[in-house]
């Protein structure tokens, strides 16, 4: 796998592709141990199996862990993609694989919202009983001090009328501000009665059940593979680089800094030189 004259990626680069690689897999296994719950936890809420607060917290918990760590992959696989194979190509298992833990993303994120909502509902419903069982635990004497029969009697000691006719073009200003209130109205009753509010549709979380294919496995595979080779090559004896820094412009105008490494090994006497920036 490894061209004649050297690897593709300079001894920097190569560490820090193995970093990346290691990091997404990690990120990928533990949200694949996440998945079976999180579809669990969303056809049970489809179920109305969620009655009690605990229960519904603990669901939250375990979808926000999930999306963390599918986040984290989704993000390490896109960087590693733009940063190490921009020139050669990536890997259609590896883009194939992004693209499904995007949607698994967008089902679990829906799924935590289903699930946050439920869990309010069942808060107002807990603290609802607690005030009514704060009410049945109050002594007669707080009830009469809080029944509606006994109320403050208010005396009006003073008042005063206005005897000036209103002002003829006040009265028609009030007049026609009545008359476009009622028109907005009107408009407004029409215009819901058009556009009735449609039923949500159900969510398919069946995206939830399914795990990497062969196709992403072997992408994984190959991408280790290469790294591993790329390691070796520069780990054997008789292999010396020398890095040098040069200055260059972007299209912009800025500089940029590229690094320049050139890898001498004693049977291969032609010396490469490999360019990479950032």
């Not at 519904?56 to 999306?67: G, P, R, S």
Request: glycine share 4%.
């Amino acid at each position: 796998m490894i061209p004649i004259d050297g690897p593709r990626l300079c001894p920097q680069h190569t560490r820090e592709c193995a970093d990346s690689w290691t990091i997404y897999k990690d990120a990928s296994g533990r949200a694949e141990a996440l998945q079976p719950r999180v579809l669990n936890l969303s056809r049970r809420l489809k179920t109305g199996r969620f009655h009690v607060l605990r229960e519904i917290e603990e669901a939250v918990d375990v979808t926000e862990e999930f999306l963390f760590w599918a986040k984290k992959e989704l993000d390490e696989r896109r960087k590693h993609s733009t940063r190490f194979y921009a020139y050669v190509g990536s890997d259609p298992g590896h883009q194939k694989r992004i693209s499904n833990v995007e949607k698994l993303v967008a089902i679990a994120s829906a799924v935590r919202f289903d699930l946050t909502i439920r869990k309010y509902d069942l808060q107002v419903d807990a603290l609802r009983r607690d005030s009514e069982r704060a009410v049945g635990e109050w002594t007669p004497q707080q009830l009469r001090s809080s029944s509606p029969g006994v109320q403050q009697v208010r005396v009006l000691r003073c008042c005063a009328v206005s005897i000036f006719p209103p002002d003829e073009e006040s009265e028609d200003e009030s007049v026609e501000s009545e008359v476009e209130a009622e028109e907005l109205e009107d408009s407004e009753d029409e215009e819901f009665e058009e556009h009735e509010p449609e039923e949500p549709e159900e969510l398919d979380d069946s995206a939830l059940g399914a795990t990497m294919d062969e196709e992403e496995l072997l992408a994984d595979e190959r991408a280790a593979q290469e790294v591993s080779e790329m390691l070796r090559w520069y780990s054997q004896s008789g292999c010396v680089t020398v890095s040098v820094q040069v200055v260059g412009h972007t299209h912009a105008g800025g500089e940029l800094v590229e690094t320049l490494t050139r890898s001498m090994v004693e049977y291969f006497p032609p010396i490469r030189i490999l360019v990479h920036s950032g």
